[in-house]
Nanobody, 117 residues
């Protein structure tokens, strides 16, 4: 069974930075497209950044230019570097392997990001 463990969240002031990590156990992620999802308070979880097996990346408009998704296949880990954070970036961040409207693996516990104004 694959287990995804997210870390790196915290409380940061607007304009600050955080680097999130997603470590996987039970399976090698190098064969998967991977993504970072955000669930803002009172909203549905949304995919905000993804990286495919070849390293190509996509972002939502809100993440573009501020966030960078990357992967280290040797460490079986996916990262999200978040810069110029805004209060609207607040939420619980999860990683998973997107499959259309669905995901491939059970959700981890996520990591809380809180951006104060």
């Amino acid at each position: 069974q694959v287990q995804l463990v997210e870390s790196g969240g915290g409380l940061v002031q607007a304009g600050g930075s955080l680097r999130l990590s997603c470590a996987a156990s039970g399976r090698i992620l190098s064969s998967d497209d991977m993504g970072w999802y955000r669930q803002a308070p009172g909203k549905q979880r949304e995919l905000i950044a993804s990286i495919n097996r070849g390293g190509s990346t996509t972002y939502t408009d809100s993440a573009k230019g501020r966030f960078t998704i990357s992967r280290d296949n040797a460490k079986n880990t996916v990262y999200l570097q978040m810069n110029s954070l805004k209060p609207e970036d607040t939420g619980i961040y999860h990683c998973n392997a997107p499959m259309g409207r669905f995901v491939k693996y059970p959700w981890g516990q996520g990591t809380q990001v809180t951006v104060s104004s």
